[in-house]
């Protein structure tokens, strides 16, 4: 059986009617991708949002996000925080969401079909870049240490090597990088690691394994490569991960376009190719 774990990130949900930067209501973006989740052929076994849940960390927003999600249903859904969230509200926010814990960083592990999705904390508090300290990154080890003979999915915020898109970069994993690819080289069932921040789909080798952005289901980063390139967003078309581990691997990473587009139309009439 094919094990079918969704990745959404940068959601940037604000209260109902407001609009990030002041521009563009995230919130039926989100909608739109939940409803492209829906209308999937196969249905998922599980989701994992990766961080920027919302746009400040307020209760308002973390209550519309809620009422956004409503519709998977029992779709089981792990939450990840980013560096626009705020722990404590999170938590108190999602009561039931024992995963996360009740103080301290939100990492966890769980077993998802036949993955293990081990969540790791990269939010410095009051900062956009992100760290890792000695502290996570010893708890990292001992949950691979503990789930080595299960194939194995990291899923973390900020991306922990560089994109080239300069000003990402300045707020990207600034801390803990070296440490941890040092860590999952050890590691060949590492799968993937899965991160936000980027609003892009990026990828590079990492550690040994595959470390990849996915793009927002709302508003994309510029991909401009110039070390000095301004700090903007654009609508280009939104999406999100579908990865996808068949018996016996490996787990293979598809980016969905969100909405509905035309088609499908066939390849082929009566066996022929059509011309």
Request: with cysteine; aromatic share 6%; proline share 9%.
């Amino acid at each position: 059986m094919t094990t079918l774990l969704l990745q959404l990130s940068d959601l940037h949900i604000r209260e109902p009617g407001r609009l990030a930067y002041g521009r563009i209501n995230t919130a039926p973006y989100l909608t739109q991708a939940v409803q492209t989740i829906l209308r999937l052929p196969q249905q998922p076994t599980a989701l994992v949002i990766t961080g920027d849940l919302t746009d400040f960390g307020r209760a308002a927003e973390y209550e519309h996000l809620r009422g956004l999600l409503e519709p998977l249903g029992d779709l089981p859904t792990y939450l990840l925080p980013g560096n626009h969230d705020e722990r404590r509200q999170l938590r108190a926010s999602f009561p039931g969401h024992h995963y996360l814990g009740t103080e301290g960083f939100v990492q966890y592990s769980v077993p998802i079909g036949a993955l293990t999705l081990i969540a790791l904390d990269t939010v410095v508090p009051g900062a956009s870049e992100g760290g890792l300290c000695a502290e996570r990154l010893a708890w990292l080890a001992r949950e691979l240490e503990t789930h080595r003979t299960r194939p194995v999915v990291i899923a973390m915020h900020h991306p922990p090597f560089r994109t080239l898109i300069g000003h990402m970069d300045d707020i990207g994993l600034l801390q803990g990088a070296r440490e941890l690819e040092a860590l999952v080289a050890r590691y060949p069932n590492v799968e993937r690691i899965f991160c936000g921040h980027l609003h892009r789909s990026i990828q590079a080798r990492f550690g040994g394994t595959l470390a990849m952005t996915v793009p927002s289901p709302a508003h994309q980063v510029c991909l401009d490569l110039a070390p000095d390139a301004a700090s903007a967003w654009t609508l280009e078309p939104p999406g999100f991960a579908l990865h996808a581990l068949p018996a016996g691997g490996p787990l293979v990473s598809h980016l969905v376009a969100s909405g509905s587009h035309p088609g499908p139309f066939p390849f082929h009439d009566g066996g022929q190719l059509i011309d």
